[in-house]
T-cell receptor, first 112, second 112 residues
Framework: GEEVAQTPKHLVRGEGQKAKLYCAPI?????VFWYQQVLKNEFKFLIS????????ETGMPKERFSAKCLPNSPCSLEIQATKLEDSAVYFC??????????FGSGTRLTVV | GEDVEQSLFLSVREGDSSVINCTYT??????LYWYKQEPGAGLQLLTY?????DMKQDQRLTVLLNKKDKHLSLRIADTQTGDSAIYFC????????????FGGGTRLMVKP
């Protein structure tokens, strides 16, 4: 389809629990990006993929965050042992080129 | 390092023009973008400009780029209530696949 589909829309986890977010990029887009938007509207880049390969992971808190983009499966972002400060909206975007980013509508993660 | 800054808030009357400003620090920015975010939604790409351009016009939108001052602006002509949203400028430096660095967003409120 022509939209980036993110699931679930909302996710509530107790502190210390695992959270897993999914993103289906637009068919034919080679690049997938994850961004975290915190309460002050700041966007923080987390990780990008070119097909199933990690392209840039400089924004990932590696000790608890992991991400995958496997063939024929939605991409995923997983947070082990969530903390309160992980509460944010997580956006996925896909693109075929540098101007063609399409963002999903986000997953709102609330850690309580 | 990269830093993109925007004013937090802008209020205009319906029918007036809106001008949203953005400054950036990285002189090697290749592409600059304007995104619109409505409540609870993802980011919608409004327009982009290459760093070798000074101006780009697209219907009601005009983007001006002053490379010397590292200043980007978005002018919305005949602003409508449906234009009320948060507007983010963003920059990228490398070619396809590179991450975006976002400003903090400008909340545009359009009064009837």
């Amino acid at each position: 389809g022509e939209e980036v589909a993110q699931t679930p829309k909302h996710l509530v986890r107790g502190e210390g629990q695992k959270a897993k977010l999914y993103c289906a990029p637009i068919k034919g887009h080679s690049y997938v990006f994850w961004y975290q938007q915190v309460l002050k509207n700041e966007f923080k880049f987390l990780i990008s993929f070119q097909n199933e390969n990690v392209f840039d992971e400089t924004g990932m808190p590696k000790e608890r965050f992991s991400a995958k983009c496997l063939p024929n499966s939605p991409c995923s972002l997983e947070i082990q042992a969530t903390k309160l400060e992980d509460s944010a909206v997580y956006f996925c975007a896909s693109s075929q080129n540098f101007w063609g980013y399409t963002f999903g509508s986000g997953t709102r993660l609330t850690v309580v | 390092g990269e830093d993109v800054e925007q004013s937090l808030f802008l209020s205009v009357r319906e029918g007036d023009s809106s001008v949203i400003n953005c400054t950036y620090t990285d002189s090697s920015s290749t592409y600059l973008y304007w995104y619109k975010q409505e409540p609870g939604a993802g980011l919608q790409l409004l327009t982009y400009i290459f760093s070798n351009m000074d101006m780009k016009q697209d219907q009601r939108l005009t983007v001006l780029l002053n490379k010397k001052d590292k200043h980007l602006s978005l002018r919305i002509a005949d602003t409508q209530t449906g234009d009320s949203a948060i507007y983010f400028c963003a920059e990228s430096i490398d070619n396809a696949g590179n991450m975006l660095t976002f400003g903090g967003g400008t909340r545009l409120m359009v009064k009837p």
